[in-house]
């Protein structure tokens, strides 16, 4: 079993940046796929990113493509959210959750329910 933990929220203004990370720990992350997720208050937890337990896979959601970056340091058993330009609408608490193997479809791993272990989140608030 793995134990995620997330860091790096907090508050910021419209246009900041922040860099979250996921620290794994319990077992090592090179064969976890990782997906960053995030829910705002009264919404359903959506997809943010996605990276493969390589990293030589990764995705955004559209509304964050050329905003945010997710990348994955297997040697220190963490995986990163750099978020730019952030936006109000950013505002979040923001998961990060993973598996073993891999997840090939689109469908498959911007889904909450293909993931095993989540973090306790970290919350973003970005004022306008």
């Known amino acids: 079993q793995v134990q995620l933990v997330e860091s790096g929220g907090g508050l910021v203004q419209a246009g900041d940046s922040l860099r979250l990370s996921c620290a794994a720990s319990g077992r090592t992350f090179s064969t976890y796929a990782v997906g960053w997720f995030r829910q705002a208050p009264g919404k359903e937890r959506e997809f943010v990113a996605y990276?493969?337990?390589?990293?030589?896979?990764?995705s955004h959601a559209d509304s964050q493509k050329g905003r945010f970056t997710i990348s994955k340091d297997n040697a220190k058993n963490t995986v990163y959210l750099q978020m730019n330009s952030l936006k109000p609408e950013d505002t979040a608490v923001y998961y990060c959750?993973?598996?073993?193997?891999?997840?090939?479809?689109?469908?498959?791993?911007?889904?909450?329910?293909?993931?095993?272990?989540w973090g306790q989140g970290t919350q973003v608030t970005v004022s306008s």
């Open positions: 990276i493969s337990w390589r990293g030589g896979t990764t």
């Open positions: 959750a993973g598996r073993q193997g891999y997840l090939a479809y689109y469908s498959d791993y911007s889904s909450p329910k293909s993931y095993d272990y």
